[in-house]
């Protein structure tokens, strides 16, 4: 699975930003799409995933601030940032859960990473 994200740049505190991420791959089931983040000299976190179930998770520090949303059919997801921080600041991380296909079924659990996208929030 290949990830393609778009979106970020530098926002000011209180702005918005929009990230999206698309999968793409054959043969393949995506079971959640979302996005980690990792600031400078910290481990990378979790930000928000959405599962093929339609449940989320979200980083308490995000929640009500950030909000998923997933398009099942097209494997894409867009990630809408508002009131945001300069503790936002990070480099965001699209990031699939997937399995392989076989028949009606898929097996097995796959990550894949896409490049990174920089976000800076100004204060």
């Known amino acids: 699975v290949q990830l393609q994200a778009s979106g970020g740049g530098l926002a000011q505190a209180g702005g918005s930003l929009r990230l999206s991420c698309a999968a793409s791959?054959?043969?393949?089931?995506?079971?959640?799409i979302g996005w980690f983040r990792q600031a400078p000299g910290k481990e990378r976190e979790l930000v928000a995933v959405?599962?093929?179930?339609?449940?989320?998770d979200y980083a308490d520090s995000v929640k009500g601030r950030f909000t998923i949303y997933r398009d099942v059919a097209k494997n894409t997801a867009s990630l809408q940032m508002n009131s945001l921080k300069p503790e936002d600041t990070a480099v965001y991380y699209c990031?699939?859960?997937?399995?392989?296909?076989?028949?009606?079924?898929?097996?097995?659990?796959?990550?894949?990473w896409g490049q990174g996208t920089l976000v800076t929030v100004s204060s």
């Open positions: 990031y699939a859960k997937y399995g392989i296909r076989k028949g009606w079924n898929a097996y097995g659990e796959h990550e894949s």
């Open positions: 791959g054959s043969g393949v089931r995506i079971y959640a």
């Open positions: 959405g599962s093929s179930s339609s449940s989320t």
